[in-house]
């Protein structure tokens, strides 16, 4: 059996093993039940990190594999979860990202070798600055959206004064979740912006025009301008609570919207 | 006294269930009572004692040497405490044997508690164990009680939410703003008036970390004493609406007969404060706060009500952890009284072994009068295989004993008498227990006699 095989195997067992554990852990209240699954989680993350290097050298300027593009947005998802995890000590985001990682996962090995040839044209380090900014940035509002989630049950509780039941007990202070928000816009939103302007320019040097109406561009730039909006709000005007959980929500929900419409269109940035 | 297999725990006690205040302040046995000359001392009916009193308790949990041991530990606590027995009897449970365990478990883990998981009655028993030692009333038995009693504790607090929430109304108002703010290092509390419960609040934000704490009251004077024990700063009411801002928390509790912070005052607040979050608890009546501030966007309001049901569901999450702690109590009273019925097997074990050595002792002796003078190093390596034939001999003879022991439903007397015949025990008793003494497997003859020519 390949190393890769091997790799793709060990991940998909540690990324299953922590989700149970964690999942078991948290409805049952057990936190070395949680801390042994997030332990786990961590080694199919280092795992999924050495496949990714290691396919790397499979990969071409001139082609892309989708599957391993998938395995790279689904790393993205959880690196950053790891990162909240690491600075603000808050674990519950691993409930939903690890299962999230490892579907993810398992659907990328499922489309493993399904290679798009990119024209000759396309093939430049623009491709690697465009597609790995807004796939960070899709992390990161994703981070923000599980933290939003979370933020609106649990303040919907203590505002209207009904009693924390079971696991929620258990969770951090809403001013925890506020921060993922920050963190999330705060640095989100600049590599949203780096993911665009870095397309727009691509499109000006490849084909003579930045902007050809694609309906994707026109959707991130939707997304950006909701985004500026949000970004502006929180870091000059001390926006935070209901209101940026909220944003942050609808940010990722269009965002999703804006990538499953790829894989319908046929548009220049379909990988359909 | 009758040997330890024969001893069985007793409690006799009152607590806060079988008798008001005032009846447990009559009995109450408070540490002067245990000087060097203890009130419940050791006698032929006890043969181990230890007493724990509390607000809310006072029990004695003994091991007795007799079926008279309650009889005489009562009197005693009432002669302790200069009332009869006759005054004391009405109020006292006496408990034995596994409901005394199961009880004593109860107690150690707050299930037992007028506030169910509270943690200061662990601290309490410790106190009533090192009490017990220091006069030397705890033994081989209640030396084991209470260590297990602990490990239940502590697995009751670690395994069960039992002590998860606040069951005090300032304790669940500081627990509320924890799920607000999280760590409360970087947060200012606002006292507005100067109650009592408010002060109790803001002793416990203190513990928690707060930063700062400002007062606020009609009299200066009264807001400037208050500040001093908190280490804060005072100012008068009248500047509420311009240090408002300055609060993360605010505990109100002034005899005001109106409002004191209506959506007014938060609209500009909030303004300052750039929308931060504000937790506002509410604990005068008639009521300080207007209740509509609760519709801003970060603004959470709480007032007495709110607290106290707050608290009544706390106290009923409490009683279903409770429930779960039942099954901790019933494992772990299992696991003591096989241990306190295997102590009745102990002196068979002792002589089964004690007569494996004394056959593969007697046995060397005839060999070694064949073999003449042998050196030390031979006599060790002899010495230590043997020992080592003994107890490999004997290991699974003595597992199997101690599994069918306890499996026997009564006292264990039929599976004692059965090891006893087998291994020939009665014969042998008297010839085991003088080499016990020598110490050492056995003596080798050629030592013996160098000993005697040194001598």
Same mark, same amino acid.
């Given at each position: 059996?390949?190393?890769?095989?091997? @790799?793709?195997?060990?991940?998909?067992?540690?990324?299953?093993?922590?989700?149970?554990?964690?999942?078991?852990?948290?409805?049952?209240?057990?936190?070395?039940?949680?801390?042994?699954?997030?332990?786990?989680?961590?080694?199919? *993350?280092?795992?999924?990190?050495?496949? @990714? /290097? @290691?396919?790397? /050298?499979?990969?071409?300027?001139?082609?892309?594999?989708?599957?391993?593009?998938?395995?790279?947005?689904?790393?993205?998802?959880?690196?950053?979860?790891? @990162?909240?995890?690491?600075?603000?000590?808050?674990?519950?985001?691993?409930?939903?990202?690890?299962p999230i990682t490892l579907a993810l996962y398992v659907f990328s090995l499922h489309m493993a070798g399904s290679i798009r040839q990119l024209p000759m044209s396309m093939a430049r380090p623009f491709f690697l600055l465009h597609i790995?900014?807004? *796939?960070?940035?899709?992390? *990161?509002?994703?981070?923000?959206? /599980?933290?939003?989630?979370?933020?609106?049950?649990?303040?919907?509780?203590?505002?209207?004064?009904?009693?924390?039941?079971?696991?929620?007990?258990?969770l951090p202070a809403l001013a925890t979740f506020d921060k993922v928000n920050k963190i999330s816009v705060f640095l989100g939103f600049p590599l949203f912006t780096i993911g665009i302007v870095s397309g727009f320019i691509w499109a000006?040097?490849?084909?003579?025009?930045?902007?050809?109406?694609?309906?994707?561009?026109?959707?991130?730039?939707?997304?950006?301008?909701?985004?500026?909006?949000?970004?502006?709000?929180?870091?000059?005007?001390?926006?935070?609570?209901?209101?940026?959980?909220?944003?942050?929500?609808?940010?990722?929900?269009?965002?999703?919207?804006?990538?499953?419409?790829?894989?319908?269109?046929?548009?220049?940035?379909?990988?359909? | 006294?009758?040997?330890?297999?024969?001893?069985?725990?007793?409690?006799?006690?009152?607590?806060?269930?079988?008798?008001?205040?005032?009846?447990?302040?009559?009995?109450?046995?408070?540490?002067?009572?245990?000087?060097?000359?203890?009130? +419940?001392?050791? !006698?032929?009916?006890?043969?181990?004692?230890? $007493?724990?009193?509390?607000?809310?308790?006072?029990? +004695?949990?003994?091991?007795?040497?007799?079926?008279?041991?309650?009889?005489?530990?009562?009197?005693?606590?009432?002669?302790?405490?200069? %009332? #009869?027995?006759?005054?004391?009897?009405?109020? =006292?449970?006496?408990?034995?044997?596994?409901?005394?365990?199961?009880?004593?478990?109860?107690?150690?883990?707050?299930?037992? !508690?007028?506030?169910?998981?509270?943690?200061?009655?662990?601290?309490?028993?410790? !106190?009533?164990?090192?009490?017990?030692?220091?006069?030397?009333?705890?033994?081989?038995?209640?030396?084991?009680?209470?260590?297990?009693?602990?490990?239940?504790?502590?697995?009751?607090?670690?395994?069960?939410?039992?002590?998860?929430?606040?069951?005090? +109304?300032?304790?669940?108002?500081?627990?509320?703003?924890?799920?607000?703010?999280?760590?409360?290092?970087?947060?200012?509390?606002?006292? &507005?008036?100067?109650?009592?419960?408010?002060?109790?609040?803001?002793?416990?934000?203190?513990?928690?970390?707060?930063?700062?704490?400002?007062?606020?009251?009609?009299?200066?004077?009264?807001?400037?004493?208050?500040?001093?024990?908190?280490?804060?700063?005072?100012?008068?009411?009248?500047?509420?609406?311009?240090?408002?801002?300055?609060?993360?928390? $605010?505990?109100?509790?002034?005899?005001?007969?109106?409002? $004191? &912070?209506?959506?007014?005052?938060?609209?500009? $607040?909030?303004?300052?404060?750039?929308?931060?979050?504000?937790?506002? &608890?509410?604990?005068?009546?008639?009521?300080? +706060?207007?209740?509509?501030?609760?519709?801003?966007?970060?603004?959470?309001?709480?007032?007495?009500?709110?607290?106290?049901?707050?608290?009544?569901?706390?106290?009923?999450?409490?009683?279903?952890?409770? %429930?779960?702690?039942?099954?901790?109590?019933?494992?772990?009273?299992?696991?003591?009284?096989?241990?306190?019925?295997?102590?009745?097997?102990?002196?068979?074990?002792?002589?089964?072994?004690?007569?494996?050595?004394?056959?593969?002792?007697?046995?060397?002796?005839?060999?070694?009068?064949?073999?003449?003078?042998?050196?030390?190093?031979?006599?060790?390596? =002899?010495?230590?295989?043997?020992?080592?034939?003994?107890?490999?001999?004997?290991?699974?003879? &003595?597992?199997?004993?101690?599994?069918?022991?306890?499996?026997?439903?009564?006292?264990?007397?039929?599976?004692?008498?059965?090891?006893?015949?087998?291994?020939?025990?009665?014969?042998?008793?008297?010839?085991?227990?003088?080499?016990?003494?020598?110490?050492?497997?056995? #003596?080798?003859?050629?030592? #013996?006699?160098?000993?005697?020519?040194?001598?």
């Open positions: 059996m390949m190393t890769s095989e091997l @790799l793709a195997i060990l991940t998909v067992c540690l990324y299953a093993l922590g989700a149970v554990c964690i999942l078991a852990g948290t409805l049952a209240r057990r936190k070395s039940v949680c801390a042994g699954g997030e332990m786990l989680a961590l080694c199919g *993350f280092i795992a999924h990190t050495v496949s @990714l /290097g @290691l396919g790397l /050298g499979q990969q071409y300027l001139g082609s892309f594999d989708r599957g391993y593009l998938l395995q790279v947005l689904s790393w993205c998802l959880l690196a950053v979860v790891f @990162l909240i995890w690491w600075r603000l000590k808050l674990a519950i985001l691993l409930l939903f990202a690890v790995g900014t807004l *796939f960070s940035s899709l992390a *990161f509002m994703s981070a923000g959206f /599980g933290a939003g989630i979370v933020f609106l049950i649990l303040e919907n509780k203590i505002k209207n004064k009904q009693p924390l039941s079971g696991f929620q007990r258990d000006e040097i490849v084909w003579g025009r930045s902007f050809s109406g694609d309906p994707k561009e026109i959707v991130s730039l939707g997304i950006l301008a909701l985004y500026a909006v949000f970004f502006h709000q929180r870091m000059a005007l001390g926006w935070q609570g209901k209101k940026t959980a909220a944003m942050a929500i609808l940010i990722f929900v269009v965002s999703l919207f804006s990538l499953y419409a790829n894989t319908i269109l046929n548009t220049h940035h379909s990988f359909a | 006294m009758p040997p330890i297999m024969d001893r069985q725990i007793y409690t006799v006690g009152l607590n806060h269930k079988t008798a008001s205040v005032e009846i447990r302040e009559r009995f109450a046995l408070s540490a002067p009572c245990f000087s060097e000359e203890s009130a +419940i001392p050791l !006698s032929q009916d006890i043969a181990e004692v230890a $007493v724990l009193s509390t607000c809310n308790r006072v029990e +004695i949990t003994a091991v007795g040497a007799s079926a008279n041991a309650p009889e005489t530990l009562l009197n005693a606590w009432a002669a302790a405490c200069r %009332h #009869t027995v006759e005054e004391l009897k009405p109020y =006292v449970y006496v408990l034995s044997g596994a409901e005394a365990v199961t009880h004593f478990f109860h107690v150690a883990s707050s299930l037992d !508690s007028m506030i169910l998981g509270e943690p200061q009655i662990l601290g309490q028993m410790k !106190s009533a164990y090192r009490r017990a030692v220091s006069l030397k009333t705890s033994r081989v038995i209640l030396n084991r009680l209470f260590h297990r009693a602990f490990t239940v504790a502590k697995r009751v607090r670690t395994e069960t939410g039992i002590a998860s929430s606040a069951v005090s +109304i300032s304790y669940a108002a500081v627990e509320l703003a924890r799920r607000i703010f999280g760590d409360m290092r970087a947060y200012t509390a606002m006292l &507005i008036g100067a109650g009592d419960m408010a002060e109790l609040a803001a002793t416990h934000l203190l513990h928690a970390g707060i930063a700062q704490v400002l007062v606020a009251n009609r009299t200066l004077e009264h807001a400037r004493i208050l500040a001093g024990r908190f280490n804060g700063e005072a100012f008068e009411l009248t500047a509420l609406s311009s240090r408002l801002h300055e609060a993360d928390i $605010v505990i109100s509790s002034t005899g005001a007969p109106g409002l $004191v &912070i209506t959506p007014e005052h938060i609209r500009n $607040v909030m303004k300052k404060r750039k929308n931060r979050p504000m937790f506002f &608890i509410d604990i005068a009546v008639p009521r300080d +706060i207007d209740p509509a501030i609760n519709k801003f966007d970060n603004v959470y309001l709480y007032d007495i009500d709110d607290l106290k049901e707050v608290v009544e569901t706390n106290m009923g999450q409490r009683r279903e952890e409770a %429930h779960k702690a039942q099954s901790i109590i019933e494992e772990e009273c299992g696991l003591f009284l096989e241990w306190l019925n295997s102590l009745a097997l102990q002196p068979t074990i002792v002589s089964i072994v004690e007569r494996g050595r004394q056959i593969a002792r007697d046995e060397f002796l005839k060999t070694a009068k064949r073999l003449g003078n042998l050196d030390q190093n031979t006599y060790d390596a =002899v010495q230590d295989m043997l020992e080592a034939v003994v107890k490999k001999m004997n290991h699974d003879p &003595i597992v199997f004993l101690k599994q069918q022991y306890a499996l026997e439903k009564d006292s264990g007397e039929r599976c004692i008498d059965y090891a006893q015949r087998m291994f020939n025990l009665n014969k042998d008793r008297k010839k085991s227990r003088m080499h016990r003494r020598t110490g050492c497997f056995f #003596t080798p003859p050629a030592l #013996t006699a160098r000993n005697k020519e040194s001598a």
